[in-house]
């Protein structure tokens, strides 16, 4: 694991590596951002970003949104997100992409969609081309028009385009994005993925696509049928039942998943 990380690191550094890139944003443009948030309460980055094109200066939305962390806004904005998450969770739902690189330094995507309510994952594929249609057809298989959810929360990924929100709405869903830069928002899609890092694909090398596939399949098994939750009350996304001891004779057996690196318990009868 420690020469592959360090190996992908390299490479990664090498590909990332500065070919000129964007100009630096004056001082002009830096004080009419601080501004503009200052002046009008609600104004996001997109708004900001709009207002500016319209007078004339090339800046990009995510430099706005880099500049509005620093600025102190009127209200709360994340507290009004946290409202809103907090009060209808039973009605959301969130999707997201992560990456996984192979043994040979291959990027792998992984996409999922996951429910708020009981941490359920609806959906969990992988594909080393995420294009939109291919999108497309995941959220098609997981969304029906039958299911409980009215919200989904996704990010400003090109993939998640205009024909994917117009599908989104077509199912009587309304598309949430989260603001740039603000992974907070889709905190619960973030902490799957962090628990998929740590439990998991931390400790194992993904040879190919298939074997990714395999890997968090199981992964998504332990962790809806096995995982205790805190936020579910030291409960399984699926509903896990309390067992009773047999009789005074019976014994805590383990049983091994995901390889070994994480087991479940129960009682079973002494030999």
Known sequence: MGWHRAGFRLYWRWKSRR???????????RELIVRLAQENTGWGAPKIHGELLKLGFDVSERT??????RVHRRGDPKSSWL????NHREMIAALDFFTVPTISFQLLYCFFVIDHQRRRILRCNVTAHPTACWVLQQLRETFTGEEPYRYVILDHDAKF???????????GLHPKRTSVQAPWQNGIAERWV??????????????????????????????QEDRIHDALDKDT??????????????MVVSSARLGG???????????
């Open 261 to 271: 690196l994480h087991h479940r318990y129960s009682w079973r009868e002494a030999a």
């Open 83 to 86: 409202t809103f998450m907090k």
């Open 161 to 171: 385009n205009s024909e994917i929100i117009s599908f989104l709405k077509s199912t």
């Open 19 to 29: 070919r000129g890139g964007r100009p630096r944003v004056t001082s002009e443009v």
């Open 194 to 223: 962090g628990g998929a890092r740590r439990e998991i694909l931390d400790h194992v090398i993904a040879l190919n696509e298939s074997h990714l596939r395999r890997l968090l399949r199981e992964y998504v098994a332990y962790f």
């Open 237 to 250: 996304p699926n509903h896990r039942a309390i067992e009773k001891r047999p009789s005074a004779t019976a």
């Open 64 to 69: 706005v949104a880099r500049y509005l962390r």
